[in-house]
T-cell receptor
Framework: RKEVEQDPGPFNVPEGATVAFNCTYSNSASQSFFWYRQDCRKEPKLLMSVYSSGNEDGRFTAQLNRASQYISLLIRDSKLSDSATYLCVVNRGATNKLIFGTGTLLAVQP | EAGVAQSPRYKIIEKRQSVAFWCNPISGHATLYWYQQILGQGPKLLIQFQNNGVVDDSQLPKDRFSAERLKGVDSTLKIQPAKLEDSAVYLC???????????????FGPGTRLTVT
């Protein structure tokens, strides 16, 4: 079993739709959590950190459920420019080691 | 602020040949990471340096892969000899020094796309 699991998609949605991505992690000692975005043939870039209290950045909302070891990302009012792969990432702690999921591909259609 | 620099951007070699990748991290970042990203997968950490010391190399195939960061700045990753399954994008990332309970964002370079034929 992979340490971080995501649905690889692809998710094909029309512009303006709301889309949700889910992710589970297996190591209960994981300390911090992130969503990274990776455009085609580009490097990953931090989208947002994920906190137990939930956090929002414009159209993006991230949520963490430590009891269920579950992380989510909600994108509202999807734009064409949101088309990318979204990587769920877990930080194991002291050494800042990141464990990446396989990524979920989002394609927003006009 | 200049980002993480990597070269070359693309490399095609035959199996059993050797290859080297170079990375220059963001100025002042003490921690440097090399990742391997195979098509359709997320990046996998190969080795992590803090200054010029190795913090984690548990997933580095040491029979063929080696990496160094001699002066605590630039780093090179070498594969010798290459296998077909080494075809991937090799990403370098850097961050400020890691401290207990205080994860720092990792900044990635553009990567080197390696094709082994």
């Amino acid at each position: 079993r992979k340490e971080v699991e995501q649905d690889p998609g692809p998710f094909n949605v029309p512009e303006g739709a709301t889309v949700a991505f889910n992710c589970t992690y297996s190591n209960s000692a994981s300390q911090s959590f992130f969503w990274y975005r990776q455009d085609c043939r580009k490097e990953p870039k931090l989208l947002m950190s994920v906190y137990s209290s939930g956090n929002e950045d414009g159209r993006f909302t991230a949520q963490l459920n430590r009891a269920s070891q579950y992380i989510s990302l909600l994108i509202r009012d999807s734009k064409l420019s949101d088309s990318a792969t979204y990587l769920c990432v877990v930080n194991r702690g002291a050494t800042n080691k990141l464990i990446f999921g396989t990524g979920t591909l989002l394609a927003v259609q006009p | 602020e200049a980002g993480v620099a990597q070269s070359p951007r693309y490399k095609i070699i035959e199996k059993r040949q050797s290859v080297a990748f170079w990375c220059n991290p963001i100025s002042g970042h003490a921690t440097l990471y090399w990742y391997q990203q195979i098509l359709g997968q997320g990046p996998k950490l190969l080795i992590q340096f803090q200054n010029n010391g190795v913090v984690d190399d548990s997933q580095l195939p040491k029979d063929r892969f080696s990496a160094e960061r001699l002066k605590g700045v630039d780093s090179t990753l070498k594969i010798q000899p290459a296998k077909l399954e080494d075809s991937a994008v090799y990403l370098c990332a850097s961050s400020p020094i890691a401290r207990q309970g205080l994860p720092y964002e990792q900044y990635f370079g553009p990567g080197t796309r390696l094709t082994v034929t």
